[in-house]
């Protein structure tokens, strides 16, 4: 039953990459609510979090902020980056930071995981790409969620960037306009 859902889940994400390189990718640009999105979304992931001790914390922008955006895709953004998050911290926690900027709200989501070697920061975007492969067989995953994510967040004229530093966590962050 795990095999075919392994499967499953790669063949999703390699018909959202192909997609997505070929600029098929339909996106469905609208002004939504940024904290009920994330609120959604932390809702979810709170049981999963709980396995493991991890606190998720949000806090919220000024109430009602609005931002420019593919809803659904920036749910599988926020849903790749909390797994991760979750995958490779062992304990602490996952905090969602949300920095209003004149044009722009600035998102990140930092962890107190095991961070990622400097070595390898500029290749986490690539396909297939993995840092520790022993850990992430072990833990999951196609190798293909952060090379979406990228695309995804380009797609919304942003950079996703990287911070992290081995032993002490991971921080990603991207913007969305306002």
Do not use: W
Request: charge should be positive; glycine fraction near 8%.
């Amino acid at each position: 039953n795990q095999n075919t859902v392994n499967l499953s889940n790669l063949l999703n994400d390699l018909i959202d990459i192909s997609m997505i390189e070929s600029g098929e990718m339909r996106m469905s640009y609208r002004y939504f609510d940024i904290n009920i999105f994330i609120q959604s979304i932390v809702n979810e992931f709170v049981p999963m979090a709980g396995e493991k001790n991890i606190k998720l914390i949000f806090n919220p922008a000024k109430e009602g902020l609005q931002v420019f955006g593919d809803k659904d895709k920036i749910r599988q953004v926020f849903v790749n980056l909390l797994q991760n998050a979750i995958k490779y911290t062992d304990e602490g926690s996952i905090e969602i930071l949300l920095v209003e900027e004149k044009k722009f709200l600035n998102i990140s989501v930092k962890d107190t995981g095991i961070g990622i070697p400097e070595e390898d920061l500029n290749r986490i975007f690539e396909r297939f790409y993995r840092v520790d492969k022993a850990r992430s067989r072990a833990v999951g995953g196609t190798g293909l969620g952060l090379a979406i994510v990228k695309h995804i967040i380009e797609a919304h004229n942003s950079k996703i960037i990287v911070r992290s530093k081995q032993g002490e966590g991971s921080t990603f962050s991207f913007k969305l306009k306002k």
